[in-house]
């Protein structure tokens, strides 16, 4: 069992930065790649990015190449989103998820993630 809280969402401009963090509880930590989702309202949850155990390989949605960073620190038990370059497009829940596979070809599907954290919430203003 994994255990992941959120932190960092809140209201930015359009333009600003974000870092969301996500606190893992349980089970060893550097044992799952991490993914973020997001979903806005009326829509479905959609991938974001994605990190293996080892942080040696990150994964992203097309829409945030180039603006959004994946990390972890395995000593933390964190896994973290740097958003720069943030749009109002951006603004949803946004969900730390964890999977205890090493790598997964679709890696874009919520359903093949074990553990989810509770969301927190970004919203960007135009």
């Known amino acids: 069992q994994v255990q992941l809280v959120e932190s960092g969402g809140g209201l930015v401009q359009a333009g600003g930065s974000l870092r969301l963090s996500c606190a893992a509880s349980g089970r060893t930590f550097s044992g799952y790649s991490m993914g973020w989702f997001r979903q806005a309202p009326g829509k479905e949850r959609e991938f974001v990015a994605r990190i293996s155990r080892s942080g040696g390989s990150t994964i992203y949605v097309d829409s945030v190449k180039g603006r959004f960073t994946i990390s972890r620190d395995n000593a933390k038990n964190t896994v973290y989103l740097q958003m720069n370059s943030l749009k109002p497009e951006d603004k949803a829940v946004y969900y730390c998820?964890?999977?205890?596979?090493?790598?997964?070809?679709?890696?874009?599907?919520?359903?093949?993630?074990?553990?989810w954290g509770q969301g927190t919430q970004v919203t960007v203003s135009s």
């Open positions: 998820t964890a999977d205890q596979r090493a790598a997964s070809t679709r890696y874009y599907d919520a359903s093949v993630y074990e553990y």
